[in-house]
């Protein structure tokens, strides 16, 4: 009797911690703590424009499109340069990856995009729904110009 009573009173003790924990986490405007708002969840449709990048190759988002690294060449299906690509993406941050050339870059709350200025010269479309990638290299030290677009072919 004495047993079946405290048994009684630890189960009590122990469900009461636990209600009492998950109603401390509880927030009345966004559910769980762990819980993100619907503005977190919502896919925004963006389009990657790479078509601009000569010879054309292959690109991907980590993550969210076939892997330049693991295949060969004759059967990848990766998205091609030649081609503007849409994926759905939520808010948050996501990598650019070219074989030589790749970036971070961020969808907003309101669906369009943002990246650091010091790409400006190799991307474009900050504040759009549309990645424009100008470069298949990036222009290193400050945003100068690097000297490989200036190399002239010799008249040997």
């Known amino acids: 009797m004495l047993y079946t009573a405290l048994i009684r009173r630890w189960s009590f003790l122990i469900f009461g911690c636990a209600l009492t924990s998950l109603l401390a986490m509880a927030d009345p405007?966004?559910?769980?703590?762990g819980d993100r708002p619907a503005s977190h969840l919502r896919e925004?449709?963006?389009t990657?424009?790479?078509t601009k990048l000569v010879p054309a190759s292959w690109w991907q988002v980590p993550g969210?499109?076939?892997?330049?690294?693991?295949?060969?060449?004759d059967s990848l299906d990766a998205p091609k340069t030649s081609e503007l690509h849409e994926l759905?993406?939520?808010p948050g941050k996501y990598k650019f990856v070219s074989f030589t050339f790749d970036f971070p870059f961020t969808v907003t709350l309101n669906g369009t995009l943002d990246f650091?200025?010091?790409?400006d010269q190799c991307v474009e479309g900050r504040g759009t729904q549309t990645l424009v990638v100008l470069c298949k290299r990036t222009y290193p030290?400050?945003?100068q110009r690097d000297a490989y677009y200036d190399q002239k072919p010799n008249d040997g």
């Open 29 to 33: 405007q966004n559910g769980f703590a």
């Open 44 to 46: 925004h449709a963006i």
């Open 48 to 50: 990657i424009d790479a």
């Open 64 to 73: 969210l499109t076939p892997s330049i690294w693991n295949s060969d060449l």
């Open 88 to 90: 759905q993406l939520r």
């Open 116 to 119: 650091s200025k010091s790409l």
């Open 141 to 143: 030290y400050g945003g």
